[in-house]
């Protein structure tokens, strides 16, 4: 295949930023990274790619119209992937303004800038018009709360958003198809489970724990823990997205997800597991107890908290051949070691704007 053009939204981003690296290390494609560089952009994600002749950094926000516009016209990229967004359940229940406005003002805006780019390609160059895709990122918490044991998310589930995140970004996930639908934008949608791995920002739930364990600090488990998630690797994740980018289907969703089912208080226990092989508590002399085990504390429960997520990936596997690659298990002790490995990078994250405080309780 040819060299193609990326311009992705939110490439400083956790997923972004692994997506970036994918295409700049894997492929011979080029990418232009667009992030308005909010709290949880961060270009030391990006050090090992920055200097490549083929990646370009843009700082400009997607609800600014203008700057959309030209950064298209400048480019004039094949597929655009959008993953730009407010991300955090807990930060949108203390502020969800932040999440309408970018997750569903900024949807439509770069939407309106693909399409104008896009009707001005198919007069230029028909060819390019016919291949130009818009690859929009979503995820499994817009169809709410699995309620029954076997049941499992589908492509065709209907939506049921919990939270102001996941109510926002089912919005743009409607915006995605309606342009497709009524102006023929060629789009993609893909809704993917729970990602964790390395450069992933301390406020989720893994990074947060392993961190916290580390400075010896309460393990903050939500209610009775026993909530269940699907965990995707977020390498495996970002492979996942450019072959939907490239492969999938025009107007098709496709979920992906990890085949990892895990309840949060086992995420929690497998990690402790892991971190007292990798770096015993009882050798830590900032944790002061035998095993970071002790230092599980269970607080009150999220508001609203869905209870199961899980996704059901056949037809990404089926349809385009993609499945992961990491176990739950390997991917858990990669992520712990890349912390281990990298303590200047999330230290530089902990003395900016997020010290590990939690977020989201209700007065």
């Not at 309106?112 to 990122?137: C, G, M, N, P």
Request: hydrophobic content about 35%; aromatic content about 10%; some cysteine.
């Amino acid at each position: 295949m040819k060299s193609q053009t990326f311009l992705i939204t939110g490439g400083a981003g956790f997923i972004g930023s692994a997506v970036v690296r994918e295409l700049i290390n894997n492929t011979t494609h080029n990418v232009i990274n667009v992030d308005k560089l909010t709290y949880a952009g961060n270009l030391e994600s990006l050090s090992s790619v920055e200097t490549n002749e083929r990646y370009t950094f843009l700082q400009a926000d997607i609800c600014d119209k203008a700057a959309m516009d030209a950064a298209l016209e400048q480019y004039q990229p094949d597929i655009i992937m959008h993953l730009a967004a407010e991300s955090h359940v807990d930060r949108s229940i203390d502020g969800p303004g932040e999440f309408i406005q970018t997750n569903v003002v900024g949807t439509y805006t770069l939407l309106e800038s693909a399409r104008k780019y896009w009707t001005a390609l198919k007069v230029t160059d028909a060819e390019k018009a016919k291949a130009f895709r818009f690859h929009h990122i979503s995820t499994d918490e817009v169809y709410g709360d699995l309620h029954g044991v076997d049941d499992l998310f589908t492509e065709t589930t209907s939506y049921e958003p919990s939270s102001p995140y996941s109510a926002s970004k089912a919005s743009s996930d409607h915006l995605v198809r309606a342009w497709q639908r009524t102006f023929g934008l060629p789009t993609l949608v893909t809704n993917c489970s729970n990602n964790y791995g390395p450069y992933h920002f301390p406020e989720k739930l893994i990074p947060l724990m392993i961190l916290n364990a580390l400075a010896g600090k309460a393990l903050p488990v939500y209610g009775d823990g026993k909530q269940i998630r699907d965990w995707l690797y977020v390498e495996d994740h970002a492979r996942a997205l450019i072959v939907v980018a490239q492969q999938g289907k025009v107007g098709d969703t496709y979920n992906i997800g990890g085949h990892n089912e895990k309840q949060n208080i086992e995420v929690v226990h497998t990690l402790c597991e892991l971190l007292d092989e990798l770096r015993p508590a009882i050798a830590n002399t900032a944790v002061s107890v035998n095993t970071y085990k002790d230092l599980v504390t269970y607080v009150a429960d999220r508001p609203g908290h869905d209870v199961r997520y899980a996704i059901d990936a056949s037809k990404i596997e089926k349809e385009l051949g993609w499945v992961p690659k990491e176990t739950f298990e390997t991917g858990l002790r990669k992520t712990i070691e890349w912390y281990l490995e990298n303590e200047s990078w999330w230290k530089r994250v902990q003395n900016g704007s997020y010290q590990g405080e939690r977020l989201g309780k209700l007065a």
